[in-house]
């Protein structure tokens, strides 16, 4: 399937109060998973934990992404959008106060196309998917 995906972040609302995008970024892969606890007997125990969102992004770490790296209370909202060849929507992922817990730089030397990627894991408290949202409960 040929389309493009984009990761657009922005500052919370209380500090943007004209809600604009501060960074785009394109995607080459994105998933998301959630998970529920479940007992030795294969059943459910928890509700459903954690909502994180991982992405590639074909690129050299900026700044901004190093702070979001480095700083424990840096969050941001965002969404990523999913278009097909004719830049028809397929998906969008919004998610509120996003956290970056995770960060790794894959380097690949030249012949594969794409050299760098880097890999974000993003946990948000708050991601709508569709008509369903989805709150994170911290303890």
Known sequence: MDGKATLK?????????QNLYLHNYDVIHCEYSFDK?????????TEVLAGNIRVALPMLPTD???AWVF??????????SIND???????????EEGRCVGFRMHYEPAGSGQDVVLLL???????????????????
Do not use: C, H
Not at 85 to 95: D, M, N, R, T, V
């Open 64 to 66: 901004e992404l190093m």
């Open 121 to 139: 894991t993003i946990n948000a408290q708050r991601m709508i998917i569709g008509d369903v949202e989805y709150k994170n409960r911290y303890n």
């Open 9 to 17: 972040l922005r500052k919370p609302s209380k500090d943007n109060t």
């Open 37 to 45: 606890g479940i007992t030795k007997e294969g059943q459910v125990r």
């Open 85 to 95: 060849a004719y830049e028809e929507s397929l998906e969008k992922i919004y998610f």
């Open 71 to 80: 700083d424990k209370s840096k969050k941001y909202n965002g969404e990523i």
